[in-house]
């Protein structure tokens, strides 16, 4: 079974629908994230949270919220999704503290198309 | 800002070595990533390099990092055609937060 769980794997959608994308992971770890990926742009990182009670904006957080339901949640929302939101999203978990580097952990990620 | 630079694309025969470059700007980085990414699959960790050391080796991988250069470079010895992948190179650029700046990513095509 993965580590870092997404639902759904793929989404068609159309312009102005609320989307909830989701997160689940069984690490244990305390720290989750939400990126987009866009074809020769790298990841761009939208939301994180350093525990259940704590949420911060990334890089690209305009149209984006996010929920962390429990420290093995966190889900991603577009409330009213635009077809430039069109991307592939990923969810990633990190330990807290110093030590080994933390590196993250992705999911296998969900492609998203707004028409 | 910070920015972390790759190229787009790089080709090799198989058995050959690859070496993918990434240079970045922030020079507080305390450790640098490399991720490979397979064709519909998420963002594997291949390995990460403390930014007080020059290399690291792990099997067929090399990382060599340029801290007054900033430039940070993956060595792939003998490259098999499972090798063919993106490339990402990361640094963690918030501290104790953990945040990271990815490259753009370099896609590896490996000819046999």
């Known amino acids: 079974d993965a580590d870092v769980t997404q639902t759904p794997r793929n989404r068609i959608t159309k312009t102005g629908k609320r989307i909830m994308l989701e997160c689940s992971q069984t690490?244990?770890?305390?720290?989750m994230y939400w990126y987009r990926q866009d074809p020769g742009l790298g990841l761009r990182l939208i939301y994180y949270?350093?525990?259940?009670?704590?949420?911060n904006k990334g890089e690209i957080s305009d149209g984006y919220s996010v929920s962390r339901q429990a420290q093995a949640k966190f889900s991603l929302s577009l409330e009213s999704a635009i077809p430039n939101q069109t991307a592939l999203y990923f969810c990633?978990?990190?330990?807290?503290?110093?030590?080994?580097?933390?590196?993250?952990?992705f999911g296998d990620g969900t492609r998203l198309s707004i028409l | 800002g910070e920015d972390v630079e790759q190229s787009l694309f790089l080709s090799v025969r198989e058995g050959d070595s690859s070496v993918i470059n990434c240079t970045y700007t922030?020079?507080?980085?305390?450790?640098l990533y490399w991720y490979k990414q397979e064709p519909g699959a998420g963002l594997q960790l291949l390995t990460y390099?403390?930014?007080?050391?020059d290399m690291k080796q792990d099997q067929r991988l090399t990382v060599l990092l340029n801290k007054k250069d900033k430039h940070l470079s993956l060595r792939i010895a003998d490259t098999q055609t499972g090798d063919s992948a993106i490339y990402f190179c990361?640094?963690?650029?918030?501290?104790?937060?953990?945040?990271?700046?990815f490259g753009t990513g370099t896609l590896l095509a490996v000819q046999p």
């Open positions: 390099i403390f930014s007080n050391m």
């Open positions: 690490k244990g770890h305390d720290r």
């Open positions: 922030d020079s507080s980085s305390t450790y």
């Open positions: 990361a640094e963690n650029y918030g501290g104790a937060t953990n945040k990271l700046i």
């Open positions: 990633a978990t990190s330990e807290t503290g110093t030590g080994a580097g933390q590196p993250q952990h």
């Open positions: 949270s350093f525990d259940v009670k704590d949420i």
